[in-house]
């Protein structure tokens, strides 16, 4: 059986191609790939431990409330925002390596 799950990374570069980017960016990341493979398939891949910038208001797992608020204002259901702060990584985890 084959797992798939897409990531949203938050470095600049990938979400915009340069090296400032917003949580409007991270937004409209998630929207295409939501748009692309259905909203099952979307979770967070942060990249903080690697990347030397970060977008704007984004800048560590401490700002993830923008995050969720901003997701909120574009919106999202709670569901959605669930399965795409935590619950699409926890399932595809669980499938892979076992259950707790």
């Known amino acids: 059986m084959k797992y798939h799950n897409f990531s949203e990374v938050s470095y600049p570069y990938f979400l915009n191609g340069t090296s ?3 949580i409007e960016d991270v937004i409209a ?6 748009n692309l493979v259905g909203i ?7 990249d903080f431990d690697g990347i030397e910038v970060v977008p704007s208001g984004l800048e560590d797992t401490s ?3 923008n995050l969720t608020e ?3 204002d574009h919106g999202y ?6 399965k795409i702060l935590y619950k699409n990584f926890r399932r595809v985890f669980e499938q ?3 259950s707790k």
């Open 20 to 22: 400032s980017a917003t």
């Open 29 to 34: 990341h998630i929207d295409y790939i939501k």
């Open 40 to 46: 099952d398939y979307v979770a967070i891949g942060s």
């Open 63 to 65: 700002k993830f409330p």
């Open 70 to 72: 901003a997701l909120f």
């Open 77 to 82: 259901t709670k569901e959605e925002i669930e």
């Open 96 to 98: 892979v390596c076992g």
